[in-house]
């Protein structure tokens, strides 16, 4: 089955930096993958999704790339802000359901 | 998203107890998922149904039952509660394709001790 690699796991950056969250995938057959912010407390939301058509795809301050021939997609996010700080799942589609990374956490420092 | 609800947000019950998580949507979606979340382990699948008539297991259902009473309601039952079934629990809906964005419903905190 589906097997998604998150890295790293606790990410601290300064206010203005950039992030950069990694994940890799083992099925070849995936071809959706979403990232998921969850905020302390709350319940995970999708912030940004990609599908294996595209290698790049952009949201103001958040863009993904996705590698097929690799196996691996990221998130990047440009001019942190403390609104930034929060869990981060990536995730892809493995037989119509999602398989999730252990998660990110991202805390930028002000 | 107040269209995806879950009670109750917050059960403290003991070894053994049988313990029924519910969730509810107005999302009108046909897929609906448990998920359990663990710190540094992310988001696992317990149980997912289709619609329905439809339940699977995912990669962690050992120890839980679900129950899909209609296309808005997706139960999670413990049937014998044990303390390391403690943990976030999340339910989760999608639109037909599955491969569209997840809803997650506010979760609900369980600690059996």
């Known amino acids: 089955g589906e097997n998604v690699e998150q890295h790293p796991s606790t990410l601290s950056v300064q206010e203005g930096d950039s992030a950069v969250i990694k994940c890799t995938y083992s099925?070849?057959?995936?071809?959706?993958f979403p990232w998921y912010k969850q905020e302390l407390g709350k319940r995970p939301q999708l912030i940004i999704d990609i599908r294996s058509n595209v290698g790049e795809k952009k949201d103001q301050r958040i863009a993904v790339t996705l590698n097929k021939t690799a196996k691996h997609f990221s998130l990047h996010i440009t001019e942190t802000q403390p609104e930034d700080s929060a869990v981060y799942f990536c995730?892809?589609?493995?037989?119509?359901?999602?398989?999730f990374g252990s998660g990110t956490r991202l805390l930028v420092r002000p | 998203d107040a269209d995806v609800t879950q009670t109750p947000r917050n059960r403290i019950t003991k070894t053994g107890k049988r313990i029924m998580l519910e969730c509810s949507q107005t999302?009108?979606?046909?897929?609906m998922y448990w998920y359990r979340q663990d710190p540094g382990l992310g988001l696992r699948l317990i149980y997912y149904s289709f619609d329905v008539k439809d339940i699977n297991k995912g990669e962690i259902s050992d120890g839980y039952s679900v129950s899909r009473q209609a296309q808005a309601k997706f139960s999670l039952s413990l049937e014998s509660a044990i303390p390391n079934q403690t943990a976030l629990y999340f339910c989760?809906?999608?639109?037909?394709?599955?491969?569209?964005?997840?809803?997650f419903g506010p979760g609900t905190r369980l600690l059996v001790l």
């Open positions: 099925d070849s057959a995936s071809n959706y």
């Open positions: 989760a809906t999608s639109d037909r394709t599955g491969k569209e964005t997840q809803y």
């Open positions: 999302k009108g979606h046909d897929r």
């Open positions: 995730a892809a589609d493995s037989s119509y359901k999602l398989i």
